[in-house]
């Protein structure tokens, strides 16, 4: 089964999934491979725990499966993720790849709650 369509969500998912998990203002250097192409590089805008937005110098096809890297707190990230969004040079990508992996990017995202002075999300 392809990854894409394994992870396909209804659109009333996608409205649910948005505000199960805040997003929470995230600056720092992002590469993204796309499947075919040379590295494409940029910087972050949000992640949530779902996700990540970043705003890119070169373009990316949207519903293209891509492998990020980038480093938080809790460590280097390497992660599988579709594009889903794409509002001019900013998209939006849903991460794919399995729980050891999110749970560093949940970590951060408990950390970043603290730090705005949010109690932390239940598990």
């Known amino acids: ?26 600056e720092l250097d992002i590469r993204v491979y796309p499947r ?5 590089r ?22 293209e499966l891509v492998r990020l890297e980038f480093e938080l707190p809790f ?3 390497e992660v599988l993720a579709l ?5 001019a040079f900013r998209y939006g990508f849903q991460f794919l790849d399995p729980d050891p992996i999110r749970e ?5 995202c408990r950390n970043l709650t ?3 002075g949010f109690p932390p999300k239940k598990p």
Do not use: H, W
Not at 44 to 61: N, Q, Y
């Open 42 to 63: 940029g910087q972050t805008v949000d992640i949530s725990e779902s996700g990540i937005s970043a705003m890119l110098r070169m373009e990316v096809t949207l519903g």
């Open 83 to 87: 594009v889903r969004q794409k509002v």
């Open 1 to 26: 089964m392809d990854a894409r369509s394994q992870f396909a969500t209804s659109p009333a998912r996608e409205f649910v999934e948005q505000r199960c998990c805040p997003r929470y203002r995230l």
């Open 36 to 40: 075919n192409s040379a590295v494409v």
């Open 114 to 116: 603290a730090e705005a």
């Open 104 to 108: 560093t990017i949940r970590r951060t």
């Open 75 to 77: 460590g280097e990230i």
